[in-house]
Nanobody
Framework: QVQLVESGGGLVQTGGSLSLSCSASRRTFSSTGMGWFRQAPEKEREFVAAITWDGSSTSYADSVTGRFTISIDMNDLAVSLQMNSLNSEDTAVYYC???????????????WGQGTQVTVPA
């Protein structure tokens, strides 16, 4: 079993920044990296960003490109998400995932963190 532990959520004003972190207890044979999804109230869970284990490849949702940056520490199996220029549309529970990061469908991932709340008041 893989455990993912997230930290770093909170309340921030529009235009502000937050950083999320997630540590994994281990890798899996089939996984290629880690990433982040989010789910806003009454909305479906959506892909945010992903990164390969060696950090050589990253991908972002269009809505966060240019504002969010994902990074990874392969030795510590830890992924971070630096979020800048936040707005109310970014309000959601953010989930860390581990798996095949070329995939963007939530159902493609077996391992999820418990979620951390990010709130940006309108």
């Amino acid at each position: 079993q893989v455990q993912l532990v997230e930290s770093g959520g909170g309340l921030v004003q529009t235009g502000g920044s937050l950083s999320l972190s997630c540590s994994a207890s281990r890798r899996t044979f089939s996984s290629t990296g880690m990433g982040w999804f989010r789910q806003a109230p009454e909305k479906e869970r959506e892909f945010v960003a992903a990164i390969t284990w060696d950090g050589s490849s990253t991908s972002y949702a269009d809505s966060v490109t240019g504002r969010f940056t994902i990074s990874i520490d392969m030795n510590d199996l830890a992924v971070s998400l630096q979020m800048n220029s936040l707005n109310s549309e970014d309000t959601a529970v953010y989930y860390c995932v581990l798996g095949r990061v070329s995939l963007r469908a939530p159902g493609s991932y077996t391992y999820w963190g418990q979620g951390t709340q990010v709130t940006v008041p309108a």
